[in-house]
């Protein structure tokens, strides 16, 4: 297995653009978990998805931040306008629903606003 | 809310010895926690998982043990080797699918 899948790795934008970040969950897993780490803050969840349903968004720090998963293999991150302040480790993680709930997480995208 | 706490935040320790990361946690209910390795400028990679019914979990060099009444769960390295130095992370999962972080013991094992 391929392990979850993120892109960019690394992203270095001006304050204002748009950012999309990517996610491919592992095949079979259907929870797909979006979280920041910070130096201040460490990890903190922005959105869960269970069967590409947003189930819980409350991490999710402003309107500017928007999450979608069209289907089981693919999900996004999106941050319009962006600031300095989103610049962050962002992880995606994923996990089978049933059995022993473990999640697995990519290699994360590092975010550079500058 | 959970609050996930790790001591020591750092340590290091010489290339032989056995060693034990500390994490406590503030609500008891939980479902399952997990502990993570974290490389500089790389993702987690999850060690161990214990289920709120279990004691503790071995791989290999490593066991974790979970007192839950105490809030408290215990990563032991046997052996350590300079492989091993990263960031373990302990998480509680206590809503079911959440993780709460603690911030990490950032490990040196030195030759």
């Known amino acids: 297995d391929a392990g979850v899948i993120q892109s960019p790795r690394h992203e270095v934008t001006e304050m204002g653009q748009e950012v999309t970040l990517r996610c491919k969950p592992i095949s079979g897993h259907n929870s797909l978990f979006w979280y920041r780490q910070t130096m201040m803050r460490g990890l903190e969840l922005l959105i869960y998805f269970n069967n590409n349903v947003p189930i819980d968004d409350s991490g999710m720090p402003e309107d500017r931040f928007s999450a979608k998963m069209p289907n089981a293999s693919f999900s996004t991150l999106k941050i319009q306008p962006s600031e300095p302040r989103d610049s962050a480790v962002y992880f995606c993680?994923?996990?089978?629903?049933?059995?022993?709930?473990?999640?697995?997480f990519g290699p994360g995208t590092r975010l550079t606003v500058l | 809310k959970q609050e996930v706490t790790q001591i020591p935040a750092a340590l290091s320790v010489p290339e032989g010895e056995n060693l034990v990361l500390n994490c406590s946690f503030t609500d008891s209910a939980i479902y399952n926690l997990q502990w993570f390795r974290q490389d500089p400028g790389k993702g987690l990679t999850s060690l161990l998982l214990?289920?709120?019914?279990?004691r503790e979990q071995t791989s290999g060099r490593l066991n974790a043990s979970l007192d839950k009444s105490s809030g408290r769960s215990t990563l032991y390295i046997a052996a350590s080797q300079p492989g091993d130095s990263a960031t373990y992370l302990c998480?509680?999962?206590?809503?079911?699918?959440?993780?709460?972080f603690g911030k990490g013991t950032s490990l040196l094992v030195t030759p």
């Open positions: 214990i289920q709120s019914s279990q």
């Open positions: 993680a994923s996990r089978r629903q049933v059995g022993a709930n473990e999640q697995f």
């Open positions: 998480a509680v999962n206590s809503s079911g699918y959440a993780l709460n």
